[in-house]
């Protein structure tokens, strides 16, 4: 069972158009990761939020974490080339590990 | 600062066969974490170690999976016997070390790309 459910599962845009991908769930989480993973590489962390409401921004990049912190929010402003990839969110857990969604595959086209 | 190294990068075997994974994390960290990740899906955890003591595999098929970390820095994840649903993408992470407060960053390796035939 996922417990995180991450919205579109692809996404294709030409350069320079503006998105915005989903991670939500039923649960309450204290804190919620967003990572990237590039084709034959490993995940890297982008972001952590952990307030309800709160705001990030990454240059292109604004994530947001819904007030009852049960969902939560990838925006990116004029897609490039270089922001393809495969973006996953995690939850972390009393022990440590990470529960992931099953990401949002992006091809930004030239 | 050097990242996580895995090896090897990719491999193929046939069903049934035996199959090694190996990870060295960042240095100095004692939090080691191994993950599967199948096409299409997010990571999975299939076992944690903190130091060379396991913390979770409840995720682990421990009837052809086992994993050790001796010493406690490098470890291995061994597959045996292989069977075709085991195709994916091994990830090897680490964090600094496990703490209820922290925020609990975890660096990830490239991954070793396993083909089961």
């Known amino acids: 069972t996922q417990l995180l459910e991450q919205s579109p599962q692809f996404l294709s845009i030409q350069e320079g158009e503006n998105l915005t991908v989903y991670c939500n769930s039923s649960?309450?989480?204290?804190?919620l990761q967003w990572y990237r993973q590039e084709p034959g590489e490993g995940p890297v962390l982008l972001v952590t939020?952990?307030?309800?409401?709160e705001v990030k921004k990454l240059k292109r990049l604004t994530f947001q974490f819904g007030d009852a912190r049960k969902d939560s929010s990838l925006h990116i402003t004029a897609a490039q080339p270089g922001d393809t990839g495969l973006y996953l969110c995690?939850?972390?857990?009393?022990?440590?590990?990470?529960?992931f969604g099953r990401g949002t595959q992006l091809t930004v086209w030239p | 600062e050097a990242g996580v190294a895995q090896s090897p990068r990719y491999k193929i075997i046939e069903k049934r066969q035996s199959v090694a994974f190996w990870c060295n994390p960042i240095?100095?960290?004692?939090?080691l974490y191994w993950y599967q990740q199948i096409l299409g899906q997010g990571p999975k955890l299939l076992i944690q170690?903190?130091?060379?003591?396991?913390?979770?595999d409840s995720q682990l098929p421990k009837d052809r999976f086992s994993a050790e970390r001796l010493k406690g820095v490098d470890s291995t994840l061994k597959i045996q016997p292989a069977k075709l649903e085991d195709s994916a993408v091994y990830l090897c992470?680490?964090?600094?070390?496990?703490?209820?407060?922290?925020?609990?960053?975890?660096?990830f390796g490239a991954g070793t790309r396993l083909s089961v035939l």
């Open positions: 240095s100095g960290h004692a939090t």
């Open positions: 649960s309450v989480f204290s804190s």
């Open positions: 995690a939850r972390g857990s009393t022990l440590g590990r990470l529960y």
């Open positions: 939020v952990v307030t309800g409401g």
């Open positions: 992470a680490s964090s600094l070390e496990w703490d209820s407060r922290s925020k609990n960053i975890q660096y």
């Open positions: 170690f903190q130091n060379n003591g396991v913390v979770d």
